[in-house]
């Protein structure tokens, strides 16, 4: 499977940014057909998606970040980047990175949704997080 790294997490004051980097490899098809995502999560509860962007560019960001922030892609680098502004304590999570090729009706740990409903994303790879920490 793909081996997604990131990179960017760190502590910062409220209404500070951040931006988080993740670059894949191992890649089973081009990078430019792969929905890239991030999803955060807070211990004791379950994982959040916050944004993704599909292989055509289209985003889609959960609510809660609408506004604030930006997903992009670099597909000559196979890299996505989230540009993260305003931020509160409440945006305090580790960050996870995924990578994935289906959407639909999916179900499970590979199932990834900005909103609620029975369509997800389907994410086949995960990278092992990067913590943010907005201090108040």
């Known amino acids: 499977s793909e081996v997604l790294t990131e990179s960017g997490g760190g502590t910062v004051h409220s209404g500070g940014s951040l931006r988080l980097s993740c670059v894949a490899s191992s890649l089973r098809a081009p990078y430019n057909v792969y929905n890239m995502g991030w999803a955060r999560q807070v211990p004791g509860k379950e994982r959040e998606g916050v944004a993704v962007i599909k292989g055509d560019g289209s985003t889609e960001y959960a609510e809660s970040v609408k506004g604030r922030f930006t997903i992009s892609r670099d597909n000559a680098k196979n890299m996505v980047t989230m540009e993260m502004e305003s931020l509160t304590p409440d945006d305090t999570a580790v960050y996870y990175c995924?990578?994935?090729?289906?959407?639909?009706?999916?179900?499970?740990?590979?199932?990834?949704?900005?909103?609620?409903?029975?369509?997800?994303?389907?994410?086949?790879?995960w990278g092992n997080g990067t913590l943010v920490t907005i201090s108040s």
């Open positions: 995924a990578a994935g090729l289906q959407w639909g009706m999916i179900t499970g740990s590979r199932a990834f949704r900005i909103t609620p409903g029975p369509w997800a994303y389907g994410m086949d790879s």
